[in-house]
């Protein structure tokens, strides 16, 4: 694994730039998206906040899975004293760079979603108002349609970012393998492998593959009018079953029912779940509100 790119003196982070990579693709794709559905929004803007704050909630989802190591960390990032501050800064910087959960990014991620997509103007043939009634209590249409569009961006985009866990050897990868496509972790692996030179499942990969199906069928879909919601809830579904199938072949610890799932697994069924609501609600509101796809010559 390579958790650095190295060009001179300067050493840049791979999770980083691929994070930044799976942001550009992201947005790429949402603007895409925005112009076929004749959609009045930056992708860029509303693809930078998502960032920020999916990034700031996997941190917060990750640590708060462990109370006891989080006060540790915090006392550590305190010690110098606020006599010395860069030193404080330093510790935070640090400590914030690893360990980071995915659902909790996608949860973040999904409030600054809906908070954008209130103000958002669809302005296609067919289009209501965003006041109207959404297909979800207590939130309008432009929210949850935002939801939607937003969905194929968000496969393409988390599939990007997993190779970046991967190449900087963060933890994310699978169990010990004999499998031809093993892989060996960089020496220096935030988690590394039992015994060091052990070949290992390549989950990220795994997970990439699966995300670029699950981008290609959403922008598929999304090409024929659906009951609004109905994108946002399959993803979830799918999203859901994907994460929850390979987390069978990572190291993460078995928490829950009798040591045979991990913290990953019972949060993706909970996605399934809360998807295959939204999908039921959304169906069954859909004679309400059926936006009309604006045609891209593009696309």
């Known amino acids: 694994m390579y958790p650095y790119l190295n060009i001179g003196p300067v050493h840049l982070g791979m999770f980083g730039l691929l994070l930044w990579l799976a942001a550009v693709a992201g947005t790429i794709v949402l603007h895409k998206n925005f112009v076929r559905n004749g959609v009045d929004a930056d992708a860029l803007n509303v693809v930078a906040l998502v960032v920020v704050a999916g990034v700031i909630g996997a941190k917060m989802w990750h640590e708060l899975q462990n109370l006891h190591e989080l006060k540790l960390a915090l006392h550590y990032i305190a010690s110098p004293g606020w006599h010395h501050p860069l030193n404080v800064v330093l510790g935070f910087l640090q400590w914030f760079r690893d360990g980071f959960a995915w659902f909790g990014g996608m949860f973040a991620g999904i409030a600054v979603l809906i908070m954008q997509g209130e103000g958002a103007r669809f302005k296609g043939p067919g289009w209501k108002s965003i006041e109207d009634p959404g297909p979800i209590p207590g939130a309008r249409v432009g929210a949850i349609r935002m939801l939607d569009l937003a969905a194929p961006a968000a496969a393409i985009g988390y599939g990007i970012g997993r190779l970046g866990c991967l190449l900087s050897g963060d933890g994310d990868y699978g169990i010990n393998t004999t499998l031809p496509w093993g892989v060996h972790m960089a020496k220096d692996a935030l988690v590394p492998p039992t015994p060091p030179n052990a070949l290992v499942q390549p989950t990220p990969i795994y997970e990439l593959l699966f995300s670029l199906v699950l981008?290609?069928?959403?922008?598929?879909?999304?090409?024929?009018p659906k009951p609004v919601g109905?994108?946002?809830?399959?993803?979830?579904?799918l999203a859901g079953i994907g994460r929850f199938l390979v987390e069978f072949v990572r190291i993460n610890p078995k928490l829950y029912f009798h040591n045979t799932m991990s913290n990953a697994q019972v949060?993706?069924?909970?996605?399934?779940?809360a998807g295959l609501v939204v999908m039921g609600i959304a169906q069954a509101r859909h004679a309400a509100w059926t936006p009309e796809l604006v045609a891209d010559p593009h696309t």
């Open 215 to 224: 981008f290609w069928l959403l922008w598929q879909l999304a090409k024929r």
């Open 230 to 237: 109905w994108l946002t809830g399959l993803y979830l579904v």
């Open 267 to 273: 949060a993706a069924i909970a996605s399934a779940i």
